[in-house]
């Protein structure tokens, strides 16, 4: 039985606890989380160019949760990537706010180039609001874009 007992105890002896910090993994995610937000609300509108419509009735605008554009040669983009017609966009819409609950979090940036005639983006337009998206239309006032060079 002195041997059996031996081998137990040998056996117990090697298996170590190993104790993994949790706490500061935790941390490390919740920053990396915030990172990310505050990076990626920026890039959803680089490289798209859109020459914004004049309007004396301009106002300052936080940014929306769902950003559309449509440039100057009609190509439609939803959350800066192309898509091919206005019911990929409202389909995408529809998406993005399925957990939408106030008016703030329903807001749609739609920016369109001033070039663009009305059947390209009208389309777009309806399909934001049949997604369930309040529309913010993005603009510039005369002022401020008589002084660009």
């Known amino acids: 039985m002195n041997q059996a007992h031996r081998k137990i105890r040998a056996r117990r002896k090697k298996s170590t606890a ?3 910090p ?8 919740f920053l990396l989380i915030i990172f990310f937000i505050l990076c990626s609300t920026p890039a959803r509108q680089m490289g798209i ?40 966009v409202e389909w995408g ?14 807001t749609v940036l739609f920016r369109c180039d001033r070039t663009v005639a009305r059947s390209p983006y009208q389309p777009v ?12 239309a993005v603009g510039d ?5 008589s002084h660009k060079p």
Request: glycine fraction near 8%.
């Open 18 to 20: 190993i104790s993994v």
């Open 49 to 88: 160019k859109v020459n914004p419509p004049l309007s004396q009735f301009v106002a300052a605008l936080k940014e929306a949760p769902v950003a559309v554009a449509i440039e100057s040669n009609g190509t439609i983009y939803l959350q800066g990537a192309k898509v091919p017609t206005a019911v990929s």
């Open 93 to 106: 819409v529809t998406a993005l706010l399925r957990n939408a609950k106030t008016d703030g979090e329903r």
């Open 125 to 136: 337009m309806e399909a934001i609001v049949r997604g369930g998206g309040i529309i913010a």
């Open 22 to 29: 949790i706490t500061s993994m935790g941390d490390i995610a």
């Open 141 to 145: 006032s005369p002022a401020k874009s």
